[in-house]
């Protein structure tokens, strides 16, 4: 599993608060993601990094914010929580070589 | 820009059966796919990728350039195969921009 886990797994919230969640690496991969996944639209990438300080747009990123610190540490934070915002969120690393992913177990979040 | 497809969000097969997931893509360079599984309840795993042209699972995949396709397929659906499945595309730049369709949730009837 590339040694990656997620923080918190769950987590419940009201409107309006901040989240973070933390992908952690034991690996040095320098490509990590963020994604989200809803039933009906599978898995959509919400912000990626390719390196310390390096963090790019995906698709769904409004509503969201991300750092990249140290190579272990991926941040995903949402200034202000919204009920849309309710998913289950995978950070990933990449393999550069071989190309594969090595996922997190996922973060549940609700947001009432 | 790249865009992966997958027609079917649902696919139902009995135990036996063959079963074919679909999955197409469109990208302008040389494509790199791969097939991801999440069985209920873990992580998602990588399950082939086209390069290493292997089978995994009795599962293979075949790259089709000219129908721009890389259908999963599976000759005997057993029901531990149930599980939710994803085509991934990672474009072939230094920038590694992955893509993913919308998955697949397959689901083998005893």
């Known amino acids: 599993d590339a040694g990656i886990t997620q923080s918190p797994r769950h987590k419940v919230t009201e409107t309006g608060t901040p989240v973070t969640l933390r992908c952690h690496q034991t690996e040095n991969h320098r490509y990590m993601y963020w994604y989200r996944q809803d039933p009906g639209h599978g898995l959509r990438l919400i912000h990626y990094?390719?390196?310390?300080?390096?963090?790019d747009k995906g698709e769904v990123s409004d509503g969201y914010s991300v750092s990249r610190s140290k190579t272990e540490d991926f941040l995903l934070t949402l200034e202000s929580a919204t009920s849309s915002q309710t998913s289950v969120y995978f950070c990933a690393n990449l393999d550069r070589y071989t190309g594969e992913l090595f996922f997190g177990e996922g973060s549940r979040l609700t947001v009432l | 820009a790249q865009r992966v497809t997958q027609p079917e969000k649902l696919l139902s097969v009995f135990k036996g059966a063959p079963v074919e997931l679909k999955c197409n893509y469109s990208y302008s360079g040389s494509p790199e796919l791969f097939w991801y599984v999440q069985y209920s309840r873990q992580r998602l795993q990588l399950l082939l990728r086209h390069i290493s042209r292997e089978s995994i699972k009795g599962f293979t995949a075949d790259l089709n350039k000219g129908e721009t396709s890389f259908h999963l397929k599976k000759p005997f659906a057993q029901e531990e195969d149930s599980a939710m499945y994803y085509c991934?595309?990672?474009?072939?730049?230094?920038?590694?921009?992955?893509?993913f369709g919308s998955g697949t949730q397959l689901t083998v009837l005893p």
């Open positions: 990094s390719y390196g310390v300080k390096d963090t």
């Open positions: 991934a595309l990672i474009s072939s730049g230094s920038a590694r921009q992955l893509t």
